[in-house]
């Protein structure tokens, strides 16, 4: 299936003006010169055309920018969708900060690189990537800024999830799975048969990763001189997102512990000396959620103060409140004290803490009604300062130790790109998606706001065919967010959705709403929800129809409803109570919620949010209203999802499938093997996109 180069898959580039060691030709990239080392951009006088399915694989996602010790540079990671090999595959890139050049650093038609980090000194470019491995998985490797062959650094079986350099660049912390040593294998000429499963723990399977035995994620100390690997953190917890100290004596990290500790969304903070046999101790005791990770190497991690004498990190609110509480913004001393809550005040969701090189504020990513801001917080308390505001989405940074600031960020037309801070401006330094921008027609997201039946204020948007004219009316698609506490944002698309636009340009009005339970808003918002999903955002969603109609944007004759994910719970009790819609696309979602317990991977949120379902079998019933009231459904449905998500299983689907079949309406279930809740593979993402349109043009043209 897989086209593999004649050389190494992974190829090393000359970063400096300097001669190059013996590498083959095949191995060497040439640098992309220019203004911001786009490619080259179509001609001003071409006609924009319309967006068609062709083009969603031509996006590229670009990820993760780093900027170099001495700020010359920016890495990051560029993804694409392989067709031929039908796979998504990303790979690491390199802009100098003046965006005259830009380089691919690394490349391949088998594996992907992630998490570039450079080293302290700046000679080298870290990653992972699963390149050679015979598991599968993902292993450090290192890659000379001069030149050169990457080198493996690592052969984990389990591999490595996450990593961080010392401060003096001689040793990596690591974050690593126990796991069972190997499997004898089988006798000659017999088949190999996988091992049982044996699972006795309370939270025990996940979205991505599958079912999780016995291994836990630890710390381990990789020395570079010698290449050898030692445990620092062991047990029975779960430890991850590790940060070392600017002396680099010790490691802050982010654990679950306890006697049962799968029964918790706490992810405590915790400190360690940088050495074999260390006792970690513990910063921070809070009953709630404390900055949760959100999954190994996720992006809400914890920051050193420059001095090294303090903490920052996040906060939620009290465990009843669940993910319904905004995150804060807080700090810590290392000698230990009170917990500063420095956003106290703001209401809203912040992430991705990192201190501003003189210590006197903290950079943050804060959850603004329709868009994400990048603000700074001065460390003393106070209100927060804009940095990166506006009507965009901030999806990440990156501050170097000059405070240089590098962010991922788009608006409604424009997908995430980097773009550098100079001076009080900021300037696009990226521009890998310019010459497939340059060729579309896209259509602008006008902002709504309107009132649901209770007088509540809701916000979306509206995204009009092209060339729409005014007074006439068109076929309408409401789309769902997942969450149910997310929200729709400056955005060109929503993970897992297709294109907004690919819907607007084949002549539909796209309503995009932000119902109670979204961010953007507040706690009271956001929490009007809780174990009451169906009820006030169904009215809130219908509220956006009824707004649209009533402008005279919408044919009230022709409307269609999705989403995916929690956006599928919510179309599935809209058309439970509504018969207005003539066509539905349900992706990844479920209804009947008995059958879901211990199904999925949500059993602490459920237990917390619902009760048990022994004691409070009520809430349970109710929240599983459209499937025990199937029969009361007339819109055609088609329902999707991926065969091995954990997330939101595809049992889901197919039990609401079956309610309909049974009753004899139209509706159809397409099931995609071997795909989580997220798609990865370009055919299935393209096959769903086509099915959408074809699943909505058969019923609303």
């Not at 001609?43 to 694989?57: E, M, N």
């Not at 540079?73 to 998504?88: C, G």
């Not at 900055?291 to 914890?302: L, S, V």
């Not at 944007?553 to 409803?561: E, S, V, Y």
Request: neutral net charge; contains cysteine; proline residues 7%.
């Amino acid at each position: 299936m897989h086209q593999l180069l004649p050389r190494a898959a992974c190829l090393a580039v000359a970063l400096l003006a300097v001669a190059l060691p013996a590498v083959p030709l095949a191995a060497q990239a040439a640098p992309i010169t220019g203004p911001a080392a786009s490619p080259a951009a179509t001609p001003a006088a071409t006609p924009k055309r319309l967006i068609t399915v062709d083009d969603l694989s031509r996006f590229k996602e670009v990820e993760d920018p780093r900027i170099s010790p001495d700020g010359a540079w920016v890495a990051y990671v560029v993804a694409t969708h392989d067709l031929k090999a039908d796979k998504r595959l990303g790979h690491l890139w390199m802009t100098s900060w003046d965006g005259a050049t830009t380089m691919q650093l690394t490349a391949g038609a088998r594996e992907s690189e992630t998490s570039p980090r450079w080293s302290p000194d700046g000679r080298y470019l870290a990653y992972l990537s699963s390149r050679g491995d015979e598991n599968g998985v993902e292993q450090v490797w290192l890659l000379p800024r001069a030149g050169g062959e990457p080198r493996r650094l690592t052969e984990a079986r389990g591999g490595v999830a996450d990593y961080a350099w010392a401060p003096d660049g001689s040793r990596l912390v690591l974050v690593m799975k126990d796991v069972d040593p190997a499997p004898p294998g089988g006798e000659a000429g017999k088949e190999k048969v996988s091992p049982p499963i044996v699972i006795d723990r309370y939270y025990f399977k996940e979205d991505g990763a599958g079912y999780l035995a016995r291994g836990r994620s630890h710390l381990h100390l990789l020395e570079l001189s010698s290449g050898r690997i030692e445990p620092l953190t062991h047990g029975e917890g779960e430890d991850l997102n590790p940060e070392w100290s600017p002396d680099g004596r010790s490691i802050a990290f982010l654990a679950q512990r306890g006697a049962d500790a799968d029964r918790s969304n706490a992810w405590e903070l915790y400190l360690i000396e940088a050495h074999a046999g260390a006792e970690p101790r513990q910063l921070t005791r809070f009953e709630g959620a404390v900055n949760n990770p959100g999954g190994e190497g996720g992006t809400n991690r914890i920051a050193w103060s420059p001095d090294g004498r303090q903490l920052a990190f996040l906060q939620g609110g009290a465990p009843r409140l669940l993910y319904y509480a905004p995150t804060r913004l807080a700090t810590v001393a290392v000698a230990g004290g009170p917990v500063r809550v420095l956003t106290a005040e703001l209401d809203r969701w912040v992430s991705s803490p990192a201190w501003a090189p003189d210590g006197k504020a903290l950079y943050v990513i804060v959850e603004e009604d329709r868009a994400q801001r990048l603000v700074r917080v001065p460390a003393a308390g106070g209100r927060p300062e804009p940095v990166l505001d506006g009507r965009r989405s901030v999806a990440g940074f990156d501050v170097s130790r000059a405070g240089r600031i590098a962010a991922l960020s788009n608006t409604a037309t424009t997908v995430p790109e980097v773009q550098v801070q100079d001076g009080a401006g900021w300037r696009p330094l990226s521009r890998q998606n310019d010459a497939l921008l340059d060729e579309l027609r896209l259509s602008a997201m006008e902002e709504t706001s309107f009132k649901s039946r209770d007088g509540t204020v809701i916000s979306g948007f509206i995204i009009k065919p092209p060339g729409h004219r005014e007074g006439t009316r068109a076929p309408a698609i409401l789309r769902l967010h997942g969450g149910p506490v997310g929200q729709f944002s400056y955005a060109l698309d929503q993970p897992f959705d297709p294109c907004w636009q690919l819907l607007a340009a084949r002549g539909y009005l796209v309503i995009l709403v932000n119902p109670r339970g979204s961010l953007g808003k507040g706690q009271d918002f956001a929490s009007a929800v809780l174990a009451d999903w169906g009820n006030k955002d169904a009215q809130d969603a219908l509220a956006a129809v009824d707004d649209a109609v009533a402008r005279g944007l919408a044919d009230p004759t022709r409307l269609g409803i999705g989403g995916w994910s929690y956006g599928a719970i919510l179309t599935n009790s809209v058309i439970a109570q509504d018969q207005r819609f003539k066509a539905a696309i349900s992706g990844a979602g479920m209804s009947n919620m008995l059958a879901g317990y211990g199904a999925d991977m949500y059993v602490r949120e459920w237990e917390a949010e619902l009760g048990t379902p022994w004691s409070a079998a009520g809430t349970w019933l109710k929240l599983s209203a459209p499937f025990l009231h199937a029969d009361r459904i007339k819109t055609p449905t088609l329902f999707l999802g991926g065969e091995k998500d954990f997330n939101v299983p595809i049992s889901g689907s197919e039990q609401m499938y079956q309610a309909l079949r049974s009753l004899g309406r139209d509706t159809r279930l397409v099931i995609y093997p071997g795909e989580a809740h997220g798609f990865t593979r370009p055919s299935y993402i393209r096959d769903r996109a086509e099915r959408y349109l074809d699943w909505y043009d058969g019923h609303l043209k």
